[in-house]
């Protein structure tokens, strides 16, 4: 089908945020990502506390689709860190002078920052994520060491499983 050429086209673009607009918003923006990062850690740990104390149970279907969509995030997370650091690590082209370059510095600070960066917030979820893979796996595991070791016994018992 040949598209109609009196048909209006849309096309969407992206505006590029400023240094000064980024810088506005870092404030709340850190703290929102501080925020969310302290409770998915709290979860993670809650999460690795279970299973460390066997009191996290899953059925072995359940806990696999859950570990695989839990991997999918984290991998997903990777790949988004690695585009968005790749990207905006580039310096912003706004000349060759001194106070270009100190705009061109901190907007790359504000962006992948070892402290405070969008990237790093990236980072912090990936482990996160994969703490609770961890721990998940780990749960996993030991229900079926339990599982095979209950069985055996029932065997050695003279019983059937």
Known sequence: MTPDPTTATTTSTTVPITAEQLAAAKPVLQQQMQADKAEASQAAAKLDEAADRGTLTLDYDAAD?????????????????????????????????????????????LAVGEDSGAAKALLD?????DDIGNALRRSRDSLRATDEEAEQAMKNAGGSW
């Open 65 to 109: 689709a859950l570990i695989k969509a839990v991997e999918e995030a984290r991998d997903q997370v990777m790949d988004l860190w690695r585009r968005a650091s790749q990207q905006l690590a580039t310096p912003l082209q706004l000349g060759d002078n001194p106070v270009a370059r100190a705009i061109s510095a901190r907007f790359t600070d």
């Open 125 to 129: 979820l990936f482990k996160v994520l």
